[in-house]
């Protein structure tokens, strides 16, 4: 029997995937883990690969149309073969006629219950809304299976009835692709909220929203800043070092020193990361995207310049890999670039901050007395008050302003 | 291979035993001068003459007695039941009797006896005479119950049950001696106590046997457009149960229909699905669906028996339900 190709969910939040290209033809032999098409997700252009051995039977779905999770896109079986519900199967390709075609494998192919369109498929991954302390209805197959991949039922929408999590929906939490692995390698640290934290996140939850944002902002002498950076291009013609880099770098030194605001607010607890991951808001064409720059703490300028110039390159080409934007410890979004003197970002949770950075521009100053003019930035840190009070976010600015005012400091 | 009927493949086995064997002999309502009420007996009389080949009167209670009583003596004994509805009269010596004489003699007597005959219901036969009767039998330590449902599993059954030493009760179909198949030429025997897959799939197990076999195929071929994959499990013997095969299938394919045609209460599929609940517990995506017969005496009217038999529809619709696909 042949196996269908569904589109598979390649992002955590992926509802539907427009098929962009075809990579195979009609009658083409397809291994297991060929790409067979590229999808576009709502977060990036991701390939869909052949989940069997055998011929492209059928291609179901044509390019550039766009068709929700599960649905069929395609057939794989061998060559000649009827495909379920009519249609012409393609006989293999002539230079490939004599390729075998593997029976054993077929065993392994995803199990086609991949519902047609008339049955509901949770998008795998939505997180479900249970209320406290309910019980997680589960068939036992999906705890087994839940059990064995180390998934958390919790964090997984059921699609049978009342929610009951079934077993495709655990299949397909686990082949998502999710930002866990290069979370897991991440250490952390769970602080318990107190009864004050607790009693400030409830009251200011009930006065302003669900993330109770307050702003910071400080105005910041980059002369300094200019200076290395003028410094470092001079030593280094082809480095491209821009003062977003500088910002990034210096984030990552302030945020080791202050790991209340290097955290994630997680409902029960807060978890500081022991490691910083920056998240770089990059506009594309239909919206933005955060690639992370990993450990930015620990990289060196030159490796933050190439690292950030890549990853926007392929944000801007939506080909990011969910990894690549998601697990981020704390976001830096720079509008400087279009002038604006400042603004305020808005939190993207559980991270708990998100600094705002504006235009550079020379500015008349008071220094030591007299009026003079000097190359000024502003910046603002948007601080989750349930774990961020004044005093701390203060704190983290006041450090970050030192080490761009006085650039040696990140080296400290 | 050849091409044969069910009734004719269970006459070859009888014959094969018969010739095999002198002390194998038939005896039964109408199996010899009239070749049998379903000419099972086709030609048996002329072969193995009248002293093997037993016409009895309408006695049921009495000629299984004296099978009985002749198996604890040495003979083997093959008693047909014209229907099994008919075998109610005789429950006495297949219960009472066969089922415990081993074990009321300490080891004594021992009672290699085969009743056989056809089960369940055909058309139109009313409500005392279209009752399936295998979970009554099954209920029994002491009994075996071997239910084939194809031509190949009739003869290397009975050919397994008559050589059997304990008492087998053979339950055949009205429906299904037509039924064509092939059956190798070459002798061999099939082992009670095993189930066979009629149709391996990955998605959902249906157990079946005897007259639900073919339309848990005929569901199956129906589901395969919705794309599901079943496997269809025959059971073929009821007791002793083949567990390990119905956990096997279940470990593959996480949801279990099972289907049978008598009623629902007490039956074989109450039966199975105990066994997989306690045993495979986690193996299950979906509650258990069971397909019986409609819990009211078989109608007579066609219409309203058609709607009370278990059938390939009721199959599809469990199967889909256990697939979270209703």
Request: proline share 6%.
């Amino acid at each position: 029997m042949p196996t269908k190709v569904v589109m598979e969910a390649l992002s955590p939040t992926m509802e539907e995937g427009r098929l962009v290209e075809w990579k195979k033809a009609e009658g083409d032999a397809v291994a297991t883990g060929d790409v067979l098409a590229e999808v576009e997700t709502d977060k990036a252009v991701m390939e869909l690969v052949a989940r069997a051995d055998g011929t492209l039977l059928k291609r179901v779905v044509g390019e550039g149309d766009t068709v929700p999770v599960a649905e069929v896109v395609g057939w794989i079986g061998e060559a000649g073969e009827e495909i379920p519900g009519g249609g012409a199967a393609a006989p293999a390709g002539d230079a490939k006629a004599e390729a075998p075609t593997p029976e054993a494998p077929k065993a392994e192919a995803p199990k086609p219950e991949a519902p047609k369109a008339e049955a509901p498929q949770a998008a795998p991954a939505a997180a479900p809304a249970r209320a406290e302390g309910e019980r997680i209805k589960a068939s036992p197959v999906a705890r087994r299976i839940a059990d064995e991949r180390g998934l958390d039922l919790g964090q997984i929408a059921g699609s049978g009835p009342e929610g009951r999590i079934i077993k495709r929906d655990v299949e397909s939490a686990a082949s998502a692709p999710a930002a866990a692995p290069a979370l897991v390698a991440s250490g952390f640290q769970d602080v318990a909220l107190s009864q004050m934290r607790k009693a400030i996140a409830r009251r200011l939850v009930q006065s302003i929203g669900p993330i109770p944002t307050f702003y910071l902002t400080a105005e910041v002498d980059m002369e300094r800043a200019a200076e290395a950076r003028a410094a470092l291009l001079a030593r280094d013609p082809d480095g491209k070092f821009s003062f977003n880099d500088i910002i990034i770098r210096a984030t990552a030194a302030a945020l080791r020193r202050h790991s209340f605001v290097n955290a994630w607010w997680m409902d029960d607890r807060i978890r500081q990361w022991h490691d910083v991951h920056i998240g770089v808001a990059v506009a594309i064409d239909e919206g933005l995207i955060t690639p992370i720059v990993r450990h930015a703490d620990r990289k060196g300028l030159r490796e933050i310049a190439t690292e950030v110039r890549e990853l926007a390159g392929r944000a801007r080409a939506k080909r990011l890999q969910p990894e690549e934007y998601t697990g981020a410890t704390f976001t830096i979004s720079n509008l400087g670039m279009f002038g604006i003197d400042d603004f305020t970002a808005i939190i993207n949770p559980p991270e708990v901050g998100i600094l705002a950075v504006g235009r550079i521009e020379p500015k008349p100053v008071v220094v030591d007395g007299a009026v003079v003019v000097r190359r000024r930035m502003r910046m603002t840190l948007s601080c989750d008050h349930r774990v961020i009070d004044g005093a701390t976010g203060a704190q983290f600015l006041q450090t970050l302003v030192g080490m761009l005012e006085n650039p040696l400091a990140m080296v400290l | 291979m050849a091409t044969l009927t069910y009734r004719d493949a269970l006459n070859a086995a009888l014959r094969e035993e018969m010739a095999r064997d002198g002390d194998v002999y038939l005896m039964g309502e109408e199996v010899a001068e009239y070749n049998g009420a379903y000419k099972v007996s086709r030609g048996l009389l002329d072969e193995f003459g009248p002293t093997r080949v037993v016409d009895t009167p309408i006695a049921e209670l009495g000629f299984a007695g004296i099978g009985v009583g002749s198996a604890m003596t040495g003979l083997r004994p093959v008693i047909e039941m014209m229907t099994w509805n008919f075998a109610l009269l005789a429950i006495d010596q297949i219960v009472n009797v066969a089922a415990k004489i081993r074990y009321m003699s300490g080891g004594q007597f021992g009672c290699p006896i085969v009743f056989r005959g056809p089960g369940g219901a055909a058309l139109q036969l009313g409500a005392q005479h279209s009752q399936a009767f295998e979970s009554w039998y099954a209920h029994i330590p002491g009994l075996k119950v071997v239910m084939p449902a194809t031509p190949a599993d009739a003869k290397g059954l009975l050919k397994s049950a008559i050589r059997d030493d304990d008492p087998v009760v053979f339950i055949e179909g009205e429906m299904l001696y037509n039924q064509k198949g092939e059956v190798p030429d070459e002798e061999y025997l099939t082992p009670i106590g095993e189930a066979d897959i009629k149709r391996p799939g990955r998605d959902a197990t249906i157990v079946c046997h005897s007259k639900t076999v073919a339309p848990a195929l005929k569901a199956a071929k129906t589901l395969e457009d919705d794309g599901i994959d079943c496997e269809v499990l025959d059971l073929r013997t009821i007791r002793p149960l083949d567990t390990a095969a119905i956990l096997r299938s279940v470990a593959k394919t996480n949801r279990l229909v099972i289907a049978e045609e008598g009623w629902g209460f007490a039956g074989v599929g109450a039966q199975v699905a105990d066994l997989v609940q306690r045993e495979a517990f986690d193996d299950l995506d979906a509650p258990i669906r069971r397909v019986h017969q409609a819990d009211v005496p078989m109608p007579y009217n066609k219409h309203l028996e058609k709607a009370a038999k278990a059938d390939a529809g009721g199959i599809v619709s469990a199967v889909r339900a256990v697939c979270y696909r209703d």
